[in-house]
């Protein structure tokens, strides 16, 4: 069965940097797309970006932008999320998501068919 796994969570000061991994076994998702989500304390889960693994095309969740970059080694199947200039308000768990389907894939739950267990990210002020 494929197995999405995340690392690189950890503890961070506000305006420092954190980059997290999430490798995808297998090669279910190698024509897919894959993406972040995060679930702050007392939040619902929220799609924060998104890869298409071919043709590299992200989307990003408005709080983000200009702060997140997301990219795709797809050689090894491994989707990285280099995280900037975080805020305490980024505290979360963070998930690796993926779909088999490479279009039209939106930052929604639902549209993701695997997921890792999550990696926690806290921001202290």
């Known amino acids: 069965q494929e197995q999405l796994v995340e690392s690189g969570g950890g503890s961070v000061q506000a305006g420092g940097s954190l980059r997290l991994s999430c490798v995808a076994s297998g090669d279910s998702y190698s024509s897919g797309c894959m993406g972040w989500f995060r679930q702050g304390p007392g939040k619902e889960r929220e799609g924060v970006a998104r890869?298409?693994?071919?043709?590299?095309?992200?989307d990003y969740d408005h709080p983000v932008k200009g702060r997140f970059t997301i990219s795709r080694d797809s050689a090894k199947n491994t989707v990285y999320l280099q995280m900037d200039s975080l805020e305490p308000e980024d505290t979360g768990m963070y998930y690796c998501?993926?779909?088999?389907?490479?279009?039209?894939?939106?930052?929604?739950?639902?549209?993701?068919?695997?997921w890792g267990q999550g990696t926690q990210v806290t921001v202290s002020s």
């Open positions: 998501a993926a779909r088999r389907l490479g279009y039209n894939c939106q930052l929604r739950r639902g549209d993701f068919d695997s």
């Open positions: 890869i298409y693994m071919n043709g590299g095309g992200t």
